[in-house]
Nanobody, 123 residues
Framework: VQLQASGGGLVQPGGSLRLSCAAS????????IGWFRQAPGKEREAVSC????????YTPDSVMGRFTVSRNSAKDTVWLQMNSLKPEDTAVYYC?????????????????WGQGTQVTVSS
């Protein structure tokens, strides 16, 4: 099983980025995917989670209305569209996968993690 996150970069406040998470090796069940981020000196937090049935299961208030998660099942890819970015969105973003219906926002429920991609929002 592998997860490959990509799409990070430097963007100005108010700008947009789309992160991609390519999942491979899940032979039995389509995984639930969670996007998490970790800023320097802060704990890792969930920012958007998608169930095995493509239902958005978690979106915190901090990104509500700005971040959208979606899946292209044919390509085994999950995207995180981030709009109206703010400096406080600066962090390393990770995608993670699990195959059960446990709480989507709990880091400990995820078995597989990608390597992380840096998002920097700055003018």
């Amino acid at each position: 099983v592998q997860l490959q996150a990509s799409g990070g970069g430097l963007v100005q406040p108010g700008g947009s980025l789309r992160l991609s998470c390519a999942a491979s090796g899940f032979t039995l069940n389509r995984p639930a995917i969670g996007w998490f981020r970790q800023a320097p000196g802060k704990e890792r937090e969930a920012v958007s989670c998608l169930s095995t049935n493509n239902e958005i299961t978690y979106t915190p208030d901090s990104v509500m209305g700005r971040f959208t998660v979606s899946r292209n099942s044919a390509k085994d890819t999950v995207w995180l569209q981030m709009n109206s970015l703010k400096p406080e969105d600066t962090a390393v973003y990770y995608c993670a996968a699990k195959t059960d219906s446990s709480d989507p926002y709990r880091i400990s429920n995820y078995d597989y993690w990608g390597q992380g991609t840096q998002v920097t929002v700055s003018s």
